[in-house]
């Protein structure tokens, strides 16, 4: 299907068919992003904001706990704190 290209303001645009809108089943209420190629200009629908982060937090997590202060091993950090949590519980 052949199009103009019109001036729109100071830009360019092109109507794009309702007819080929409904063939490319992009989402009208989300953004697309635009790149130029080499003799064309690509629509895509532009991707969630956080995809991909559910991914990234499972690889990224740490595997112990951390100790912040530098000073001592954190296991031990956390096995001292809940000595004195549970002496301060009992008479």
Not at 31 to 40: C, I, S, T
Not at 64 to 75: M, Y
Request: aromatic share 4%.
């Amino acid at each position: 299907m052949e199009a103009k290209i019109v001036a729109i303001g100071n830009s360019k645009g092109v109507r794009i068919p309702k007819a080929v809108l409904r063939q490319s089943k992009l989402d009208l209420s989300r953004p697309v992003q635009l790149r130029a190629r080499e003799h064309a200009i690509v629509i895509e629908q532009a991707p969630h904001p956080r995809a991909g982060w559910e991914e990234s937090f499972k690889k990224n997590r740490p595997r112990k706990p951390e100790n912040l202060w530098g000073d001592r091993r954190a296991s031990h950090i956390a096995l001292r704190s809940m000595g004195r949590a549970k002496a301060r519980r009992s008479p």
